[in-house]
């Protein structure tokens, strides 16, 4: 919990394990499984197994929640407060998980415009040609 950087986050994952959670934001699953019980916004599903899954989303809110108690110290009742007054937004997105999807959309759609002799064709067809089949 020290000053220590923290581990990198993958974006290409959709799910993570509570084990997972625990390693990349070095809290203790016992503490998660905790704030759990204490912030009704933080349900992460759980799998057939019972084990708990938790997204990308539900990683940056745990994030917050870190940040709130750890770093700017407030208490559990002032952390509910605050998600409670809507101050901070439970499904906000992060500018680095915006950048990601855009790049991987980039590079959707350019899969898509290659044509077969594999040279880029422009994204926007011309009106001029009538419309463009993706095979």
Known sequence: MGDSP???ISTDRLFYKIGEISSILEIEPHVLRYWETEFPFL???KNRTGQRI?????LELVLQIKNLLYKEKYTIAGVRKKFGDNKLKKNSVSMETIQGVKRKLKEILDTLNRDLSGKKTPAVPDKNKGPRLFL
């Open 6 to 8: 923290r581990k990198e």
């Open 43 to 45: 349900k992460p599903r």
């Open 54 to 58: 938790y997204t990308r989303k539900d």
